[in-house]
């Protein structure tokens, strides 16, 4: 999620239909997972992650992946990241 919506990003200055169309499905898709996270320890208080990958989304065939954890609520790490060498399997890129 966190990949796609820095895609959508880079494509506002002149964003197509598709970009738009792409954007509401985002925000619906968004709006369908809002309780879909992973939750480590005994209750819901804690920590829990998401992370998000996309397999050679790019015209140059590089892969992006995203996280970001949360403790108690409070982000604690996080990165978005376009990987420097083109990933020749799903396997690799993740």
Known sequence: MAVAIAKLQQRTTKATKDDIAAGKHLVRY????????????????????????SFADNPDRKSTLGWIFFFNGTPISWLSKKQ???AGSSTQAE
Not at 31 to 53: M, P, R, W
């Open 30 to 53: 968004v709006k369908g997972t809002l309780n879909a996270y992973l939750v480590f320890g005994a209750s819901g208080d804690g920590l829990i992650g998401y992370a998000d990958t």
């Open 84 to 86: 420097s060498v083109p």
